[in-house]
Nanobody, 126 residues
Framework: QVQLAESGGGLVQPGGSRRLSCVAS????????MAWFRRPPGKEREYVAG????????YYTDSVKGRFTISRDNAKNTVFLQMNSLEPEDTAIYYC???????????????????WGQGTQVTVSS
């Protein structure tokens, strides 16, 4: 049974940093595409960043480029999202998502992912 567990959310001041973690179990970590999505208050879920299945491609949505960094530790089955220079607009519930069948052109589509974590709240406010 695949399980994903996010952690690292919380309250942070504008301009601050936060590191999210997602630990995966019950799957062959290296065989999956993985991504971070977020759902801001009152808005639809949106793509943030992710790796292709082979890990050869890394993608970021435009609003986080230069501020967020996705990384992975294959030995620990963990994917991270380092968030710097946080803005109030980054306030959202952040989810990690995995799927082994996602094609590169559909990496940003949340419907491409079968496995989701429970989410972790990040609030950027002074």
């Amino acid at each position: 049974q695949v399980q994903l567990a996010e952690s690292g959310g919380g309250l942070v001041q504008p301009g601050g940093s936060r590191r999210l973690s997602c630990v995966a179990s019950g799957l062959n970590f290296r065989a999956y595409a993985m991504a971070w999505f977020r759902r801001p208050p009152g808005k639809e879920r949106e793509y943030v960043a992710g790796f292709s299945r082979t890990g050869g491609y890394t993608y970021y949505t435009d609003s986080v480029k230069g501020r967020f960094t996705i990384s992975r530790d294959n030995a620990k089955n963990t994917v991270f999202l380092q968030m710097n220079s946080l803005e109030p607009e980054d306030t959202a519930i952040y989810y990690c998502a995995f799927d082994r069948g996602v094609i590169t052109s559909q990496l940003r589509n949340p419907n491409s992912y079968v496995h989701w974590g429970q989410g972790t709240q990040v609030t950027v406010s002074s």
